[in-house]
């Protein structure tokens, strides 16, 4: 199984600010077989990015994402008020599918 | 679009059921894949399995549930079904129907969640 860890496990930013986030996994990922997902409290998840770097349908360009064998990264390049919310990782290179433990995007 | 539905409740040892109805898409289509997924605090984002159909229908499990799990379709309603036998404490969880983004094993499409507590 293709452990993902994601770091730091909160982040606290004002808007207007750029965030960082990391996705590391235990076993290179498949093609950069990476996806990124933010969840607000109550909602499920909401599919930003995959193929590590494709932006999906309807995802604002501030939203960008980077790497490739274990070490990928999720940049939102200037922080709405609606961007603090929890973001996980998940890869589907290889079975079973994984997520990370998500990164918590706060107000500072 | 994904409506969930299926009882908040599970006695331990039973048997945990939630559909999902799909609107807007086949369950049968050539490239759609439907997914059930739960979240807990203690485990996370699980993937716990999935079906699709291509020519026939398959279906594959996770194995931390595989002896327990058994995810099912129903063309004349257009909806998945997932359920999980044999449950414990540890299966209270939000459990979530989601579609493949086509071409891919992301999810772009999530139904809104069933929160089942398996307690007695």
């Known amino acids: 199984e293709n452990v993902l860890t994601q770091s730091p496990g909160t982040l606290s930013l004002s808007p207007g600010e750029r965030a960082t986030l990391s996705c590391r996994a235990s076993q290179s990922v498949s093609r950069s077989y990476l996806a990124w997902y933010q969840q607000k409290s109550g909602q499920a998840p909401r599919l930003l990015i995959y193929?590590?770097?494709s932006r999906a349908t309807g995802i604002p360009d501030r939203f960008s994402g980077s790497g490739s064998g274990t070490d990928f990264t999720l940049t939102i390049s200037r922080l709405e008020p609606e961007d603090f919310a929890v973001y996980y990782c998940?890869?589907?290179?290889?079975?079973?599918?994984?997520f990370g433990p998500g990164t918590k995007v706060d107000i500072k | 679009q994904l409506q969930q539905s299926g009882p908040g409740l599970v006695k331990p040892s039973q048997t945990l059921s939630v559909t999902c109805a799909i609107s807007?898409?086949?369950?049968?289509?050539?490239?759609?894949?439907w997914n059930w997924i739960r979240q807990s605090p203690s485990r996370g984002l699980e993937w716990l399995g999935r079906t699709y159909y291509r020519s026939k229908w398959s279906n594959d499990y996770a194995v931390s549930v595989k002896s327990r799990i058994s995810i099912n379709s129903d063309t004349s309603k257009n909806q998945i079904s997932l359920q999980l036998n044999s449950v414990t404490p540890e299966d209270t969880a939000v459990y979530y129907c989601a579609r493949d983004l086509p071409g891919t094993d992301s999810f772009d499409i999530w139904g809104q969640g069933t929160m089942v507590t398996v307690s007695s």
């Open positions: 807007g898409d086949s369950v049968s289509s050539n490239s759609g894949v």
């Open positions: 998940q890869q589907y290179g290889s079975f079973p599918l994984t």
């Open positions: 193929g590590a770097s």
